[in-house]
């Protein structure tokens, strides 16, 4: 097994536990918990992502801790993005959508073909709506804005099951 993407998903199960603790409000028994899949597209590396997301909870009424990583390939490049966003949520009266923006720790790793892998740890933004298109499914659009040394804009198409 690659050393690399080992590293990778350990820290990533740790940021997760850490973070999840952190919250310390998980409220499962509400619907508090959900997790999806997504993919997107990164303008800054011209690269494909796919990952997962989730929402593990609501604190302070309007906010929710949401943890989400993405892999990205192509550009001869591989990453690894591990996000500790915390989004809160505005929902216009009478709307079937819901507006969120949210910050929060962003770990990037990325490996060049035929080179050692780099990380970096920074701030980055994100904005999307989340809205219902089935019975069960929700869906969200969302942009990340990067500061510093990671992704500047990055797109994402994701639904939660």
Do not use: W
């Given at each position: 097994?690659?050393?690399?993407?080992?590293?990778?998903?350990?820290?990533?199960?740790?940021?997760?536990?850490?973070?999840?603790?952190?919250?310390?409000?998980?409220?499962?028994?509400?619907?508090?918990?959900?997790?999806?899949?997504?993919?997107?597209?990164?303008?800054?590396?011209?690269?494909?992502?796919?990952?997962?997301?989730?929402?593990?909870?609501?604190?302070?009424?309007?906010?929710?801790?949401?943890?989400?990583?993405?892999?990205?390939?192509?550009?001869?490049?591989?990453?690894?993005?591990?996000?500790?966003?915390?989004?809160?949520?505005?929902?216009?009266?009478?709307?079937?959508?819901?507006?969120?923006?949210?910050?929060?720790?962003?770990?990037?790793?990325?490996?060049?073909?035929?080179?050692?892998?780099?990380?970096?740890?920074?701030?980055?933004?994100?904005?999307?709506?989340?809205?219902?298109?089935?019975?069960?499914?929700?869906?969200?659009?969302?942009g990340r804005f990067g500061f510093d040394k990671m992704p500047d804009l990055r797109i994402l198409l994701g639904v939660y099951?």
């Open positions: 097994m690659n050393k690399c993407k080992f590293f990778s998903g350990a820290l990533f199960f740790i940021f997760v536990v850490v973070m999840g603790i952190m919250t310390n409000e998980i409220n499962a028994a509400a619907g508090g918990l959900s997790f999806g899949v997504r993919g997107g597209y990164d303008t800054d590396s011209k690269q494909i992502l796919i990952g997962g997301q989730s929402e593990l909870g609501k604190f302070l009424e309007i906010a929710r801790f949401s943890p989400s990583v993405d892999y990205g390939f192509g550009q001869d490049m591989t990453t690894f993005a591990f996000n500790g966003d915390v989004h809160v949520f505005l929902t216009p009266p009478g709307a079937s959508a819901t507006l969120y923006g949210g910050a929060g720790p962003t770990f990037f790793v990325f490996k060049p073909k035929g080179g050692n892998s780099d990380s970096e740890i920074g701030l980055t933004l994100s904005g999307g709506i989340k809205f219902g298109a089935a019975k069960s499914r929700v869906y969200n659009l969302e099951f």
